[in-house]
């Protein structure tokens, strides 16, 4: 490593600007990813409801022929697949969408079998450049995504199953476990399997106009909230992810300063102490 | 006089929770007031405004837009897409909102979309209501 004093400075200083900006987003990750999580947490009540009130109508009224709820021959798939717009986000993209590759590459032969939805940039750049079949894409989401941004995606994506243009639906997002650890998960969405009643809860509604209506009104809204709270952690699980990579990224930077600093002492001495030994040399050529 | 639990609940948060003697809300098939034990019954809910007495003449008003209602012993649970109090909502914008969509109404041209401008008009006009 004969490297100059001056090429020594300039890589400390260029570190340390690097340094400086991994750790301003690791802080900004931080606390993002603390509010994330309170919305996470805050659309966890709705979710639970819409399942509770499904669950005690689809054991209520048993053999409900909603078609949302039934399942038919698989002739195509879709998937909604739920990436980041940003990357430096460690291995979250990367993760995901090798998660749903495979997924794919087991499943299907042909391209005609499935579609993909996709959300984010990362994602919608992956699959259109290695072409698989894109059927709807959103990206710019806000980093506080509200119900009305994701309503688009969700509805079409049910629409699609409504009017059997899909026969199922998967949605792929990294599941939140901790800031550390993001798992990928491909769940499926539809048809839907009927949320488990809790029996001994189970009520007699009165249901207005008639079971039926009520169920094919909330039935896609509980579609749509799933893949809302899906998108959810997924944010929370991107900062959480972003967090942990630029929290590495500091700590590497340091230890790159500190050994060119190192360094660069060595080399201020080595050239500090020649000095001396020419001046020497000098004065005692001199005598 | 007996009591009963309200709650609202949108995707984003819990809008209100509490104690109220009454719910007077628009079901698809007519305006419903609730008194407490009332029958458990689940009905989908119009874009207009839900009004909940709290006590003696205390009335909260919220505007509710894609909603359904639950009522189960002594709860009502009212699940929205959106609830909005009136310290919430922007009335001009209502206002502005509202003349938009009537003009877009009237004019009738064939491109319409009609729902959806007359969901826009219902919306404005349950935002204008809560906070008369």
């Known amino acids: 490593m004969a490297k100059g004093i001056r090429e020594i ?63 038919r021959p698989v002739k195509k798939t879709g998937y909604i697949v739920i990436t980041s717009d940003r990357g430096l986000a460690g291995g979250y993209n990367a993760n995901m969408l090798r998660a749903v590759v495979n997924t794919i590459a087991e499943k299907h032969k042909s391209k005609d079998e499935y579609g993909i939805f996709v959300i984010g940039r990362k994602g919608r750049d992956f699959f259109t450049k290695r072409g698989y079949p894109v059927l709807e894409e959103i990206t710019g989401l806000k980093d506080n995504p509200s119900f009305a941004d994701i309503k688009k995606v969700a509805g079409n994506a049910v629409q699609y199953f409504s009017d059997e243009k899909i026969d199922e639906l998967y949605l792929c997002y990294n599941k939140f476990q901790s800031a ?24 007699d509604y009165e249901y207005e106009p008639s079971s039926e209506e009520v169920l094919s009104v909330l039935l896609p809204k509980y579609a749509e909230t799933l893949v809302y709270s899906a998108l959810l952690e997924a944010k929370a699980s991107e900062e959480g992810s972003r967090m942990t990579a630029m929290g590495n990224a500091t700590d590497n930077a340091t230890d790159m300063i500190n050994r060119y600093t190192l360094q660069y002492n060595r080399a201020r001495q080595a050239a500090i102490t020649q000095e001396i030994s020419e001046i020497v040399a000098g004065a005692n050529a001199q005598a | 006089m007996s009591k009963m639990t309200v709650e609202v609940v949108t995707p984003e948060r819990v809008v ?33 405004p839900v009004q909940i007495k709290v006590e003696g003449d205390q009335v909260v008003r919220m505007a509710v837009s894609g ?21 919430d909502i922007d009335v001009e914008r209502a206002k502005a909102s509202k003349g938009r969509a009537e003009k877009r109404l009237s004019e009738k041209y064939p491109e319409l979309d009609v729902q959806r401008a007359e969901r826009s008009l219902q919306r404005a006009l349950a935002r204008i209501d809560v906070t008369k």
Request: proline share 6%.
């Open chain 1, 9 to 71: 400075r300039r890589s400390i200083k260029s570190t340390k600007n690097t340094r400086q900006i991994t750790k301003a987003m690791k802080m900004v990750a931080a606390a993002k990813l603390r509010r994330n999580q309170e919305r996470a947490e805050a659309a966890r009540p709705y979710a639970d409801k819409i399942q509770e009130v499904i669950a005690s109508i689809a054991s209520g009224t048993s053999g409900s022929k909603h078609p949302m709820l039934q399942s």
């Open chain 1, 180 to 203: 550390i650890t993001q798992i990928p998960t491909v769940k499926r969405l539809l048809p839907l399997e009927a949320p488990e009643g809790n029996t001994e809860r189970k009520m």
């Open chain 2, 16 to 48: 209100y929770s509490g104690q109220a003697s009454m719910v007077i809300a628009r079901g698809v098939q007519g305006d419903l007031g609730i008194l407490p034990k009332h029958m458990p019954m689940v009905t989908p809910l119009k874009i207009a």
């Open chain 2, 67 to 87: 909603g359904f209602m639950e009522v189960r012993g002594d709860k009502v649970t009212i699940l929205a897409e959106t609830a909005e109090m009136p310290g």
